[in-house]
């Protein structure tokens, strides 16, 4: 029962912010580095998505909506959706930057569901009208040091062709 709750956390991160126009895979070519011990999960809709335990990270792409098309406004659009989706939500301070040229923003942020206790570390990268989003979601307890340096990997490797 655990693993099924921990599934549907994942997915609910993830899906929750799927609503605007999903992008597959055809529609984007990148590259990124696969830590070790990470297995790819083939059956998922995401345009990536590996497992490590009941840790996930998954790359989706998103159409940003007109009303939420730069990318302060979009993270305030995602923070509103997630605010419905998650109880006793927080967050760390929003992180600005730049990758490759192109506007990120770094989210991090601890929400319940199910009575499971999650913590999620995600990267949006903001290219031509479109959210990238880098989601690492796992239990609270699994996000170790370890845990944090993959998804450090993840997110320094994604590379557009």
């Not at 998954?58 to 098309?69: C, E, K, L, R, Y």
């Not at 109880?87 to 199910?114: C, F, M, N």
């Not at 307890?141 to 993959?150: G, L, R, S, V």
Request: hydrophobic share 40%.
């Amino acid at each position: 029962m655990n693993g099924k709750r921990i599934r549907l956390a994942a997915l609910l991160a993830v899906l929750g912010l799927g609503f605007i126009c999903p992008l597959f895979a055809a529609d984007v070519d990148f590259t990124l580095t696969i830590p070790n011990g990470w297995t790819q999960r083939t059956q998922s809709s995401a345009l990536a998505h590996y497992k490590k335990g009941p840790g996930s990270f998954i790359v989706t792409a998103d159409v940003m909506p007109q009303n939420a098309s730069t990318p302060d406004a979009y993270i305030a659009f995602v923070k509103d959706q997630l605010g419905r989706t998650f109880q006793g939500i927080t967050y760390e301070p929003v992180v600005s930057g730049k990758k490759d040229g192109h506007d990120t923003r770094e989210l991090k942020y601890r929400a319940e569901t199910s009575g499971i206790k999650m913590r999620y570390d995600v990267l949006y990268i903001f290219n031509k009208g479109k959210a990238y989003t880098l989601t690492a979601g796992t239990m609270v307890d699994f996000f170790t040091a370890p845990f944090a340096a993959d998804i450090q990997v993840f997110f320094t490797s994604f590379k557009f062709k």
